[in-house]
């Protein structure tokens, strides 16, 4: 009679081994594209979150200001807009809100008490009021107005430019 074979040849287990490897290499490369489709992702949405905090402060601003909007320009062609607004974030008596770019290219936020003049850059005006950054690395900050339509425009570097439309509410 014919006995039946009870163990796997050399040959065998060396084919199985490198069939194994082959879709350990396999799953690895589907692993590492998956970390690497995730990190993208998790930049695009953390600049699209970024986008979105920006255009709610623009609209709200512009939305509930309750003055005319001054627009003019620095010594670097960036626009400045001042008003007077009832969003408020830190102080509800400090009304007026002004947009401009510092000098090591952020974009700030500064709500105060008195109205904000480029020329008066005294240390009391600052103790007095908030100041936020809101980005960095701006290239170019510029504002459009036509009638109630406020239109904000930042260029950051190595970045898109960016337009946030918003409306003031009469």
Known sequence: ???AKKAFTLLEV????TIFIILLIFLYRALDDTKLGNRKFEKYLQEY???????KIFSKDIAQSISDVKITQDLNGNSIIIFESTNNYYNPFYKNIAYIISSNN???RIESEDKFEK?????EFYNKCYITKLLE???KFLILKKEDKIVFIVNQKNKD???YPTYKIK
């Open 49 to 55: 979150d970024n986008s979105n905090y920006l255009y």
């Open 161 to 163: 430019r960016i337009y």
């Open 119 to 123: 020329a008066n850059g005294s240390t």
């Open 106 to 108: 952020n974009l700030m």
């Open 1 to 3: 009679m014919f006995k």
């Open 137 to 139: 690395n701006v290239d």
């Open 14 to 17: 060396v084919i199985s081994i």
